[in-house]
């Protein structure tokens, strides 16, 4: 069990309930707040708050919903609906495990099948829940989001799962305790409220709960404060409280590993989204793991794995931000500070995640982003020396490829626990999923034996396209990546419809990828008025910039964006787009950018402090008022990402980086789309919301706003609703941009 891999992507949060004053400040501390006319708009489910939106709404859908609309949401709708996709599956004891929609069930079934049945083209699913049947049976607009198995004992069968469930898309859930041999909600079972939070098996009869609901305490990010042990029949309320931080970190959790004779129960105090602290049960009481808060650890079996943000001095020995330590487990806790080097980045190369086989352990990588796997060894390991590790011969360049166990505990199968995963795919590249075993080579090296298990579809014609890599240079001379995908004919006279798609935060990777919906709605993209060699006659680029903030070289290139260097994020993807216009791909007006969340926030400063490049800005469910984003939804709990607006001094640089206090009287500013949705509790859509109203009181032409009613942080709970929000901003883009004179 990983107990403190990095997950940057960023994590729920309850709307923040405090008056959002920040804990032990004199006033004197905290900066003064400029003047927000439109803070009414907070009021997220207010009669008035929500009539706005309506009328908002329908000014957009008049605008976009045209003839052309409907087909291209028609056309990805066609692909989000497709039956021939890969069907993901996680292995379980005999059974592979998958989520599936499609447009007879709009919300989702969960199933499982057999390996034999998998391997056909038509497997025989086995479904375990309708989530359609069930919303309609409970009056409530469930969305699906995963189940959690109890360790079966002595060999028996998984039965019972704790499903997690939204009520409206939202990233609170409702945990119910499911038996997959009945196929039922187990009666009197567990059943924990809908809140923001996490369960995890201690044993049968046992739950091990971090939750704000029935009254247990929230940080000032309203996450959970406590672990309780929770046992059958008991009241949440009534739980036994096993760990508690303070209110100003950022939530608390607890989680059992079942691991057969390495059974172990960790608690985690996130002091912010980058330091951490964690802590084993050991015979009732908590042993901290003696780290640096800013070093990642994970455990599995007899190993423990570190992974620092920063460089780390220990015993006279530097180790360097992003690389990849091992230590045993038990020796390091008594004292040992003996490790050995599994990985050490370069200049060139970062990791980016890691999964252990039953004797091996994979290491996925990016070099200069395109994908590189290693196989490491760890029997191989003596002292000061590092575990033999081999190259697994299955990443093209410009791809992503992705390597993970299959099971580690499997005992039936080929690979005896051996057998891996490989995910792998590009810009014009569909998804392959293959199935491999590793094996130890008569010379020492690690052999590999895979084959293709599926394969989605093709949605549009990839072969008229070609995947390019560019480098561009950024305001203080770092080379930014970026990937460009155009028609093999590409005309360079500055004419094509470009997208600019980016994210540049949490140390979250943009990698290659294959998109039905890019292909078909921006690639292939014509209109009915297509003649001749018009420019969007032409189809368009689809280009995405690899910024600073982002993880693709690693959490040096995160760091070197944060708080008050985070202007550098904003120079490199400007960078990116003069790149296009000196290269002759396009021009200022055949130009738009697209982001979603920290990507909003990232386009919502193109449109504010780079205007003049851009024709167009498609921003969805985003970050743009970064005085008062603390006190809205979970934004408490990026501070550590942005700065605390409430500290005068941070306020200087966060007001650079604000786009709300950004707009200017008599600016050019290009055509605006602002997306987002009422349910999103994780961002929310008050910060869309003002910012387009303020622009729109300005006079500002052409902003136009859009709110899904449900769906969450994603803005679509289903795949229709997906279809909309896609077709929506791609729509706006081909609009602004193609028909631009």
Same mark, same amino acid.
């Given at each position: 069990m990983t107990t403190t891999e990095a997950d940057h992507t960023p994590l729920p949060g309850d709307d923040d309930a405090t008056d959002?004053?920040?804990?032990?400040?004199?006033?004197?501390?905290?900066?003064?707040?400029?003047?927000?006319?439109?803070?009414?708009?907070?009021?997220?489910?207010?009669?008035?708050?929500?009539?706005?939106?309506?009328?908002?709404?329908?000014?957009?859908e008049e605008l976009l919903e045209d003839s052309d609309y409907a087909a291209v949401e028609a056309g990805i709708l066609e692909v989000l609906d497709s039956t021939d996709r890969v069907a993901m599956v996680n292995k379980r004891g005999n059974f592979y495990y998958?989520?599936?929609?499609?447009?007879e069930h709009p919300k989702g079934l969960w199933r499982r099948t057999t390996w034999e049945s998998y391997l056909t083209d038509t497997p025989e699913w086995d479904v375990l829940l309708d989530v359609d049947a069930l919303a309609d049976a409970e009056g409530v607009e469930w969305v699906f989001h995963g189940a959690g198995f109890l360790r079966p004992s002595d060999g028996a069968a998984y039965r019972l799962a704790m499903v997690s469930l939204s009520p409206d898309g939202g990233d609170a859930d409702r945990h119910r305790e499911f038996d997959v041999e009945t196929r039922t909600f187990v009666e009197g079972g567990f059943d924990l409220p809908t809140a923001k939070g996490n369960v995890s098996w201690l044993d049968a009869d046992t739950l091990l709960v971090s939750s704000t609901a029935n009254g247990l305490p929230a940080t000032s990010s309203s996450y959970a404060r406590t672990g309780v042990k929770l046992r059958r029949g008991q009241a949440l309320a009534d739980a036994e409280r096993l760990f508690e931080i303070p209110e100003d970190h950022m939530l608390a959790m607890v989680a059992h590993d079942s691991t057969p004779g390495y059974e172990r129960t960790f608690a985690v105090d996130y002091i912010d989204f980058y330091n951490r602290n964690?802590?084993?049960?050991?015979?009732?009481?908590?042993?901290?793991?003696?780290?640096?808060?800013?070093?990642?650890?994970?455990?599995?079996r007899d190993w423990l794995l570190f992974r620092p943000q920063k460089d780390w001095q220990v015993d006279g020995h530097t180790y360097p931000s992003g690389s990849l330590l091992a230590a045993d487990f038990e020796g390091?806790?008594?004292?040992?500070?003996?490790?050995?080097?599994?990985?050490?980045?370069?200049?060139?190369?970062?990791?980016?995640?890691?999964?252990?086989?039953?004797?091996?352990?994979?290491l996925?990588?990016?070099?200069?982003?395109?994908?590189?796997?290693?196989?490491?060894?760890?029997?191989?390991?003596?002292?000061?020396?590092?575990?033999?590790?081999?190259?697994?011969?299955?990443?093209?360049?410009?791809?992503?490829?992705?390597?993970?166990?299959?099971?580690?505990?499997?005992?039936?199968?080929?690979?005896?626990?051996?057998?891996?995963?490989?995910? %792998?795919? $590009?810009?014009?590249?569909?998804?392959?999923?293959? #199935? /491999?075993?590793?094996?130890? *080579? &008569?010379d020492g090296e690690i052999m590999s034996q895979h084959a293709e298990v599926k394969r989605s579809p093709s949605f549009f014609n990839e072969a008229g396209y070609e995947v390019q890599q560019h480098f561009a240079v950024?305001?203080?001379?770092?080379?930014?990546?970026?990937?460009?995908?155009?028609?093999?004919?590409?005309v360079l006279d500055g004419q094509n419809p470009t997208q600019l798609s980016g994210y540049g935060g949490f140390e979250i990777s943009r990698t290659p990828a294959y998109s039905?919906?890019?292909?078909?709605?921006?690639?292939?993209?014509?209109?009915?008025?297509?003649?001749?060699?018009?420019?969007? %006659?032409? $189809?368009?680029?689809?280009?995405?910039?690899?910024? #600073? /903030?982002?993880?693709?070289? *690693? &959490?040096?290139?995160h760091r070197a964006a944060l708080q008050e260097n985070r202007h550098r994020a904003y120079e490199d993807f400007a960078a990116v787009a003069r790149d296009l216009m000196s290269r002759g791909v396009t021009?200022?007006?055949?130009?738009?950018?697209?982001?979603?969340?920290?990507?909003?926030?990232?386009?919502?400063?193109?449109?504010?402090?780079?205007?003049?490049?851009?024709?167009?800005?498609?921003?969805?469910?985003?970050?743009?008022?970064?005085?008062?984003?603390?006190?809205?939804?979970?934004?408490?709990?990026?501070?550590?990402?942005?700065?605390?607006?409430?500290?005068?001094?941070?306020?200087?640089?966060?007001?650079?980086?604000?786009?709300?206090?950004?707009?200017?009287?008599g600016v050019d500013y290009p055509e605006t789309f602002i997306w987002t949705a009422t349910s999103d509790d994780r961002v929310g859509p008050v910060q869309a919301r003002k910012m387009a109203a303020r622009m729109q009181a300005m006079g500002i032409p052409n902003v136009w706003f859009h709110e899904a009613l449900e769906g969450g942080h994603a803005g679509a709970s289903d795949n229709r609703q997906a279809a909309a929000l896609q077709a929506r901003s791609n729509h706006f883009l081909w609009r602004s941009l193609a028909g631009a004179k």
């Open positions: 959002g004053k920040p804990r032990g400040r004199h006033a004197a501390d905290i900066a003064p707040m400029p003047t927000d006319e439109n803070i009414w708009l907070e009021d997220i489910h207010g009669d008035q708050q929500l009539a706005w939106v309506r009328e908002q709404n329908a000014r957009a998958n989520f599936w929609k499609d447009q964690t802590w084993l049960l050991r015979e009732g009481s908590w042993v901290n793991i003696d780290v640096p808060t800013d070093v990642n650890i994970s455990a599995h390091y806790l008594a004292g040992s500070r003996q490790f050995v080097v599994l990985f050490s980045p370069d200049e060139h190369t970062s990791l980016q995640s890691w999964s252990w086989t039953k004797d091996y352990l994979l996925n990588l990016l070099r200069d982003v395109s994908s590189e796997i290693r196989v490491l060894d760890p029997s191989t390991s003596g002292a000061n020396s590092g575990w033999r590790s081999t190259v697994l011969d299955a990443c093209p360049p410009l791809h992503d490829v992705n390597a993970y166990a299959v099971d580690d505990e499997d005992t039936d199968q080929t690979g005896a626990g051996n057998d891996f995963w490989l995910m %792998a795919t $590009g810009f014009t590249t569909p998804t392959t999923l293959t #199935r /491999g075993t590793l094996t130890p *080579g &008569p950024s305001a203080d001379g770092t080379r930014i990546p970026y990937f460009q995908v155009a028609s093999k004919d590409l039905g919906t890019i292909g078909r709605a921006w690639l292939e993209r014509r209109t009915s008025s297509d003649v001749g060699d018009a420019p969007h %006659a032409r $189809g368009g680029v689809y280009v995405v910039a690899n910024i #600073r /903030g982002g993880g693709e070289y *690693g &959490p040096a290139w021009s200022r007006r055949r130009l738009g950018c697209v982001g979603g969340s920290n990507g909003g926030l990232l386009v919502g400063n193109m449109l504010t402090q780079y205007p003049e490049l851009f024709g167009a800005v498609s921003c969805g469910v985003p970050l743009l008022d970064m005085r008062r984003y603390t006190k809205l939804s979970a934004g408490y709990s990026w501070i550590a990402e942005y700065g605390d607006p409430e500290v005068p001094e941070q306020w200087e640089f966060i007001r650079t980086f604000s786009p709300y206090h950004l707009l200017r009287d």
